[in-house]
């Protein structure tokens, strides 16, 4: 992801609605102070002020500072999920959707939305509001990835027994451990090796095949 700050929250433009267009320069204003102050630093009157509006304009449209902070966020980093998610309703097959959402976590991280990310679950410890809202946006993320998963057990893609929560935490623990091992500076891996190893992983919970042949029996 190269986009600029500016231009991850793309303007309605003068066709479109007033408070859409509005909605965007908040978001996008917010991006940036977060993303330079942290959660706690971040003001309201400061977020306004660069996005060329008052706080009214924030306080009419967001239910405050917590509920902005998540918008940030997916304005920042959803795009290409969302976009893989959408490759299952046109038909990609759920194999190539987990492996590309696996391969996908060792793409160059946009700094701006890990530090969006980090700042959402600092924050959670000490402002329940984040909190409730960073759950609730994982559990909608949680139930997208299961509705996939679900597809591909109904499919035969996907081994039926295996537990369809128990898949998507996992894909959730990988994910944001990516995101606090890059914070500190650790290596992602060789890719080809990645890459080979989320695609054993992919394999591992397609259904058991059965024995191609009989067993070799012996005349009595």
């Given at each position: ?196 190893l989320i695609l054993r992983v992919v394999g591992s919970v397609a259904p058991a095949t059965l024995p191609t042949t009989s067993p070799t029996t012996t005349d009595p």
């Amino acid at each position: 992801m190269g986009e600029s700050v500016s231009s991850i929250v793309e303007p309605v433009g003068a066709e479109g609605p007033a408070e859409d267009d509005t909605a965007g320069r908040l978001v996008a204003a917010a991006i940036e102070v977060f993303a330079e102050k942290g959660y706690d630093g971040a003001g309201v009157a400061e977020i306004a002020r660069r996005a060329g509006l008052s706080t009214g304009a924030i306080y009419s449209r967001f239910s405050g500072k917590a509920e902005l902070l998540l918008e940030a966020i997916a304005a920042a980093g959803g795009g290409e999920l969302d976009r893989l998610f959408a490759q299952a309703v046109e038909g990609a097959s759920v194999a190539d959707i987990l492996a590309a959402i696996g391969t996908h976590l060792i793409d160059s991280p946009d700094p701006t939305n890990r530090a969006l990310l980090l700042e959402a679950f600092a924050a959670a410890r000490r402002d329940p509001d984040v909190a409730l809202l960073l759950r609730a946006a994982l559990e909608q993320r949680a139930a997208e990835m299961a509705s996939l998963l679900e597809g591909g057990k109904a499919d035969g893609l996907i081994d039926p027994n295996l537990d369809t929560a128990a898949i998507v935490h996992f894909a959730h623990a990988v994910g944001l451990g990516f995101v606090l091992s890059g914070a500190v500076g650790v290596d992602t891996p060789d890719p080809a090796a990645w890459n080979e190893l989320i695609l054993r992983v992919v394999g591992s919970v397609a259904p058991a095949t059965l024995p191609t042949t009989s067993p070799t029996t012996t005349d009595p």
